[in-house]
């Protein structure tokens, strides 16, 4: 996963000759395949998507970024954006507990942000429970939005609005890449996946 990856690691594949495709990053100049998306376009099209609805001031939920090349290159596209916004970072690992938790910290620390913008769906659903817990309706009071696509982000009260990666056709892409390599030693060709915004009810114009 990714396209950050130490000498030693491509030294073995190297050696072997093992085929290999790297998922999660577009990326065609990369030494191996690559069958993923740009996640600079990605993050780009949620922030817009917010801006457009009048958030300001956001909160930019991610992942950690150590050995997470795919982070990294959507926060280092976001912090160069061009948009009239006030971004404030919070960093935790990618599970639901850390979404609640990083919900938590903007609340105490960034009370003005209405829009909470996370680097996965994980990550959002834990920001939306935080949220409702704490007695704040969203998208009403506070806007979340998520990124991956998950099936079952649709059945959150509310749905969760998210950036759809297709991680599914990356998933079925990749073994048939992997398995045209190895039955019939064809290399398969860079693929860039299509990245689309779902539009649900988890994110408005900010009330005030």
Not at 37 to 44: K, L, M, S, V
Not at 147 to 159: A, I, K
Request: aromatic content about 6%.
């Amino acid at each position: 996963s990714g396209v950050t990856h130490s000498p030693e690691f491509h030294a073995l594949i190297e050696r072997e000759q093992l085929p290999i495709v790297a998922i999660s990053y577009a990326k065609p100049d990369f030494a191996f395949p690559t069958v993923g998306y740009d996640n600079a376009e990605a993050i780009t099209l949620a922030l817009e998507h917010l801006f457009e609805l009048g958030h300001r001031d956001i909160a930019v939920i991610h992942g950690l970024t150590e050995n997470n090349d795919r982070t990294r290159a959507r926060l280092d596209r976001i912090a160069r954006t061009d948009l009239p916004v006030r971004l404030s970072f919070f960093e935790e690992p990618i599970d639901v507990e850390g979404g609640c938790r990083a919900a938590d910290r903007v609340r105490a620390t960034h009370p003005e942000c209405t829009g909470y913008l996370c680097l996965s769906d994980v990550l959002a659903m834990g920001a939306m429970f935080e949220v409702q817990r704490q007695g704040l309706r969203v998208p009403q009071d506070i806007s979340v939005m998520g990124m991956e696509g998950l099936p079952l982000t649709e059945h959150l009260s509310p749905p969760l609005t998210t950036i759809d990666l297709s991680v599914y056709e990356m998933g079925v892409g990749t073994a048939e890449a992997l398995a045209a390599w190895v039955n019939d030693g064809q290399r398969p060709e860079h693929h860039a996946l299509p990245i689309r915004l779902i539009k649900r009810g988890s994110t408005a114009a900010p009330s005030r």
